[in-house]
């Protein structure tokens, strides 16, 4: 149990080793229903009225620039910044909170990031159809560090597209 939680009307928070972790949190209000992965990735947001799937999943990945070939030409003769995707260094954690999961670990250029999920509870039936997810992001090098974050999600529905 992590150490706020002992303080005086604080709900209690769980930190687990995220290679011990075989499933990720679910958090939901009067709206949706959202149910995460043990990578961190949100697995589905779930709509309360319909009935449905409203999206499957969301990642979020990283990049920093270095060195990789261009098809056809030496990327030191390119002149553009190249980037390559950013490898969790040894495990991080996860801290478990009835509002909120936080997913921390530490990348393979020295950033800390810290991906945090939650699904805001006004109370009621008025709760709002959204989930958040908030990044934090630290440079733990001497040095300024050039960084990419890219987000992808897969939108699920019952409306047709036609294609």
């Known amino acids: 149990m992590n150490e706020n939680s002992t303080a005086r009307n604080t709900l209690p928070s769980y930190l687990v080793s995220d290679d011990s972790l075989s499933m990720g949190a679910s958090?939901?209000?009067?709206?949706?229903w959202v149910t995460t992965l043990a990578t961190g990735a949100i697995q589905h947001v779930f709509d309360i009225e319909s009935g449905q799937d409203l999206l499957?999943?969301?990642s979020i990945r990283y990049a920093t620039t270095g060195h990789r070939p261009v098809e056809g030409r030496k990327s030191h003769?390119?002149?553009?910044?190249?980037?390559?995707?950013?490898?969790?260094v040894g495990p991080?954690?996860?801290e478990i909170h009835p509002a909120y999961q936080r997913h921390s670990?530490?990348?393979a250029a020295s950033v800390a990031i810290s991906e945090t999920v939650f699904v805001p509870l006004f109370g009621g039936h008025r709760d709002p159809a959204v989930v958040y997810q908030v990044i934090d992001l630290k440079n733990l090098n001497p040095f300024p560090v050039l960084l990419r974050a890219f987000g992808f999600a897969r939108l699920k529905g019952a409306a047709e597209c036609g294609v």
């Open 56 to 58: 499957e999943t969301i």
């Open 92 to 94: 991080g954690t996860f």
């Open 27 to 32: 958090l939901g209000n009067s709206a949706i």
């Open 105 to 107: 670990f530490n990348t």
């Open 77 to 88: 003769d390119t002149g553009e910044t190249s980037y390559v995707a950013l490898a969790q």
